[in-house]
């Protein structure tokens, strides 16, 4: 089942992004990471105005990784550059 996104934030030291999402049976919290940011557009930018504007893209991905169950450490779905590199490539 898909994630929908209830909201994103960058968070305060500005060092990643923050999606919450929902997956029909609760919430998930998504990690969008600094090189992620700066990996989605040209030129590399990792602020609040560069996640929400490609914050679509980053809800795609992170649904697609919990569609796969490719959870994180900590249990949340973390994006990646990589997971960015190859989005671009499928899309």
């Not at 040209?42 to 169950?69: M, T, W």
Request: no cysteine; aromatic share 8%.
């Amino acid at each position: 089942m898909p994630l929908k996104l209830k909201s994103g934030f960058l968070t305060s030291s500005g060092d990643e992004g923050r999606l919450l999402m929902d997956s029909g049976t609760g919430d998930e919290v998504v990690v969008v990471s600094h090189n992620a940011l700066e990996a989605i557009a040209d030129p590399p930018r990792a602020d609040e105005f560069r996640l929400q504007q490609y914050i679509e893209a980053f809800s795609q991905i992170a649904s697609n990784k919990f569609d796969e169950k490719q959870f994180g450490r900590a249990g949340h779905i973390r994006v990646t550059s990589e997971d960015v590199r190859n989005w671009r490539v499928s899309a």
